[in-house]
Nanobody, 133 residues
Framework: VQLQASGGGLVQPGGSLRLSCAASGSTASGSTLDRHTIGWFRQAPGKEREGVSCIARSSGGGRTFYAGSVKGRFTISRSNDKNTVYLQMNSLKPDDTAVYYC????????????????????WGQGTLVTVSS
């Protein structure tokens, strides 16, 4: 599946942004996002890529996972009719500044692995989020 992340930008501390992860190219069977676990990752300059959130396939219960640093502030969701996964980010902090990537996995997520980048087979190109006054 080909992914395209969008929605990044410059926002003040305390503000909100909504990132989108859409399937790009053909929407033939197999590229529907609901057939995949979708994860959001971020990478700040000089730091390793870290898992932010993940949502399982609807057929797998649609379970969601969050990193401790974003729990209660970020919400991941699906719009199956738009073939898109969203990451709603509220109460943004300067530490949230990073390039955000979405990724797809054909495997159902579990607590010990959802945030591991190698768990995912396909990656989008990234969208920059800058939180600054």
């Amino acid at each position: 599946v080909q992914l395209q992340a969008s929605g990044g930008g410059l926002v003040q501390p305390g503000g909100s942004l909504r990132l989108s992860c859409a399937a790009s190219g053909s929407t033939a069977s197999g590229s529907t996002l609901d057939r995949h676990t979708i994860g959001w990752f971020r990478q700040a300059p000089g730091k390793e890529r870290e898992g932010v959130s993940c949502i399982a396939r609807s057929s797998g219960g649609g379970r969601t996972f969050y990193a401790g640093s974003v729990k209660g502030r970020f919400t991941i969701s699906r719009s199956n009719d738009k073939n898109t996964v969203y990451l709603q980010m509220n109460s943004l902090k300067p530490d949230d500044t990073a390039v955000y990537y979405c990724a797809a996995s054909s495997v159902s997520p579990i607590l010990s692995s959802w945030s591991t980048p190698t768990y995912y087979e396909s990656w989008g190109q990234g969208t920059l989020v800058t939180v600054s006054s």
